[in-house]
């Protein structure tokens, strides 16, 4: 795994976290259908792919709290697992820079 692989999902995890949070923030808007947003693993990357949630003719909004609260939960896990991961790799590089010279 590298640097760049987290960076990428830490950028997948924003795109997730700002789709989520315009759900939940639009919870009691009349007639709004939510975002769905998946993750999708690609080569050595990690992408956020959005669109809208099926419509089921509701005229009250549409987004399900029960599963975007815990979403809110999960992406904030992922955020501190991938700062983790980029801090430690930092440390180790600079470890090997430092036995180099």
């Known amino acids: 795994m590298s640097i760049s692989t ?28 939510p975002t769905d947003t998946r993750m999708v693993d690609e080569k050595n990357s990690v992408r ?22 815990p979403d809110q939960v999960v992406i904030g896990g992922v955020e501190k697992a991938n700062v983790a991961a980029i801090k430690t790799q930092d440390e180790m590089f600079g470890t090997l820079l430092d036995i180099k010279a």
């Open 6 to 33: 987290n960076v990428s999902s830490l950028q997948a995890n924003q795109v997730f976290m700002n789709a989520n949070a315009n759900n939940i923030a639009n919870v009691n808007s009349d007639g709004f259908i």
């Open 48 to 69: 956020a792919q959005t669109r809208l949630a099926d419509d089921n003719g509701s005229s009250k909004s549409q987004t399900d709290l029960a599963k975007e609260l």
